[in-house]
């Protein structure tokens, strides 16, 4: 997409079937490729300012539903270098069975689950920062709320993140903080407006984590850096470890004699001030301990941003009750006066596994049940939308493979009885692989996979896949012949070649007196004697096994 800038992975504008265009990381780990760093490194892309400090961004996402557990997609507030996730802003991330993990440079910070995660359904994802504070937001509901008192990150631009799956990111936003800082100005430590005296010496063709690869340091006792600057704060940027004491002067004061440097991260503050009177000032840093320290920048922050608040005379909801099939989505209908305070909604929603309304107030029906929709302007103003989700299922849903010839019987049926309308007929998406009766047996023909569809009187349709092999021309038992004790047991399994399926197979003792054999193969010795157990697959094919009892 326009103006993002991708480090690892690939991100690209998608049209989904439904026809709303996303940005979805389209490399998968078939394809990965070495990372910056020469290993691989999960995707990130990031877009924005990167004096950007202030704000909340807030994006719609979407896990791979075809990826397991370790599948997460994550937003990033500010990103300020050109490298994956680990010691770089602020991350809110989300795992495919709705846990979610809060990162700083300084590794996790915060950490739950959420109900109700639904695989290939979209979640809200938000962070907020301002000052040193970080507030992650899930479906509009804070799930965390930190104070960074060790190496903050001061600013940067946003960031989206991704394991090697194809997930997507939609209705991005990002919005400055009332009352926040919208932007600071980066210094580097060679310009002329840091004024260094005493032992101090400059590094240049440094990492590319520090800001124009060079650094200032401050060596010995005594050594100091002045800035004269135009604004209400300002943070010094260096990559430090703890040991250095300072002693900082404002105008001319003395406001603090001997600050302890905690460790630093690159690109991080190893020291702020903050809330001072707009306009000139002057800030000194002298060393008074002999521990070297690191200057790689400064950020001057400007004055307070003043948000132009547009109030909602009123918020309405066209249908107070809405009614979706799982699956389907709708508009939950939100109007405002004026028009432009809708732009500030906040949805909720009372239960993400029934219903999940995305950030353009757009309803999907997550799975059967009822929920609440709940649509929040800035200045507090709610009303809500009840949401009947049906879901017609089909059983079995998954892992149907049978072979060619082979029959199977689906049911249909509305979870959680919501709904009663009949299901009035089924139909086959390929007639040429497989038929299906009225009442939901399944005819296979040739090999390929067929969707199986069930159609309810209301319209609402339920589906599931059936794979389809070719039949078994042979076959192949184990154990060929058995010779057991009374009362022991032995399990039959048969082998296809390679290609051929057969979903069950027909067990059949010649004399069950002797040894009997349940519905899944299993034997069972009973007295002394033989017999033979016949193993038939639904094509006709037939093994047989001579079992002796002693």
Sequence with gaps: PRYTSDVNGAFEAVKRADGNRVMRQQINKDHMPAGWSGTPEDPVTSLGDDTWKDYIVSADVMLDPEENVKNYAAICARYNAVQSIAGNGYWLRIYQNGDWRLYSNQGKIAGGTISGMKQGRFVNLKLKVLDNTVTAYINNEQVAKKTIKKSPVNSGRIAFASAYYKNCFDNVKVLPI?????????????NSVLKFSGSKSRLQSQSYLYHGRTVSQLKKKSSAVSVTFEGTGISFLG?????????I?????VVNKSYSVKDTEMRAA???LTEL??????????????????????????????????????????KEKIELAYGESISAGIKT???????????????????MVTSDGKVYGNGAGNATIT??????????????????AVTPGSGIWVGAGETVKLKAAYRKDINEAEIVKWESGNKNIATVSSDGVVHTKKSGYVRITAVGENGYKGSAVVHVRKAPYRFSV????????VGQTKQIRYELPAGCCASKAVYKSSNPAIAAVSSTGLIRAKKAGSCTITVKLYNGKKQKIPVTVK
Aim: charged share 30%.
């Design 375 to 392: 649509a929040t302007t800035a200045d507090g103003k709610k009303v809500s939308v009840k949401v009947r989700v049906t879901e017609l």
């Design 277 to 318: 009177e707009s306009g000139k000032h002057t800030i000194k840093l002298e060393l008074i301990n002999n521990e070297p320290l690191d200057i790689d920048a400064v950020e001057v922050s400007g004055n307070v941003y003043a948000a132009e608040e547009v109030a909602a005379e009123s918020i309405t909801v066209d």
């Design 270 to 272: 190893f020291y702020q």
């Design 178 to 190: 009332s009352g926040g800082i919208t932007h600071i100005t980066r210094i580097d430590d060679l």
């Design 478 to 485: 184990k154990p060929k012949k058995s010779a057991l004790k």
């Design 337 to 355: 006066v004026p028009e432009k305070a809708a732009e500030d909604i906040a949805y909720t929603t009372s239960n993400m596994a029934v219903a």
């Design 239 to 247: 990559n430090n470890t703890a040991g250095p004491k300072i002693k």
């Design 249 to 253: 002067s404002v105008d001319g004061e």
